[in-house]
């Protein structure tokens, strides 16, 4: 099973549509982050928690929310999708708790979303 | 404006021979990079990281290099296997970015039998 599960992988919507996307790890990390990719562009970060009482904002915060449930569980939500939207969304988990730490982010499969 | 930059959106090399991507970056409060791998429908994962410590870092098949003067890095895969085929980020960070990275846009390498 993976480390970092995000659910759904795949989900098509209609513009104005509610959206959540769900992540939960099981690393035991206290770092969670949402990043979009969009072709030409790499991955830009939408929003991060490094512990379940902070939460803050990233480079493309507008139009997206978060809730830190649990350490485990980080969910991105649209409250309303619109077409630029659609992209391939990706959850990461870090630890720089780690005596080893890089600086690595450890990153789900991804979750495609469409905004028709 | 993009800050870390991979001009070269694709690359082809034959198989045994060295892979070289390129990575370039504007803020020169980046003092850390890392380089990232993703196959196609998952997640990026670690491939190797450099500090601005130090000018090389090598482990195994791959080295990065990094030029400070020249905000520049790269990436060299020797010998190349088809089974690196993938596409490669390039993340920075520093103080600024609270721990945080940027990413370039990616650089897709085929590496042909």
């Known amino acids: ?47 991060y928690s490094f512990d379940v009482k902070d939460i803050n904002k990233g480079e493309i915060s507008d139009g997206y929310s978060v809730s830190r449930q649990a350490q485990a569980k980080f969910s991105l939500s649209l409250e309303s999708a619109i077409p630029n939207q659609t992209a391939l969304y990706f959850c990461a988990t870090s630890d720089p708790q780690s005596g080893r730490y890089t600086g690595e982010l450890f990153f789900g499969e991804g979750s495609r979303l469409t905004v028709l | ?43 990026p994962t670690f491939l190797i990281s450099i500090s601005s410590i130090k000018d090389k870092n090598e482990d195994g098949r791959f080295t990065v290099f990094l030029n400070k003067s020249a905000k520049h890095l790269s990436l060299h ?8 085929s993938a596409v490669y980020f390039c993340a920075a960070s520093g103080a600024d970015y609270g721990q945080n990275f940027v990413f370039g846009p ?8």
Request: aromatic share 10%; with cysteine; hydrophobic share 25%.
């Open chain 2, 77 to 84: 895969i020797v010998p190349s296997q088809p089974g690196d």
């Open chain 1, 1 to 47: 099973d993976a480390d970092v599960t995000q659910t759904p992988r795949n989900r098509i919507t209609k513009t104005g549509k509610r959206i959540m996307l769900e992540c939960s790890q099981t690393k035991g990390h206290d770092r969670m982050y949402w990043y979009r990719q969009d072709p030409g562009l790499g991955l830009r970060l939408i929003y």
């Open chain 2, 106 to 113: 990616g650089t897709r390498l085929s590496v042909l039998p």
């Open chain 2, 1 to 43: 404006d993009q800050q870390v930059k991979q001009n070269s959106p694709s690359l082809s090399v034959q198989e045994g021979r060295i892979s070289i991507l390129n990575c370039d970056y504007t803020n020169s409060m980046f003092d850390y990079f890392l380089w990232y791998k993703k196959y196609p429908a998952e997640g």
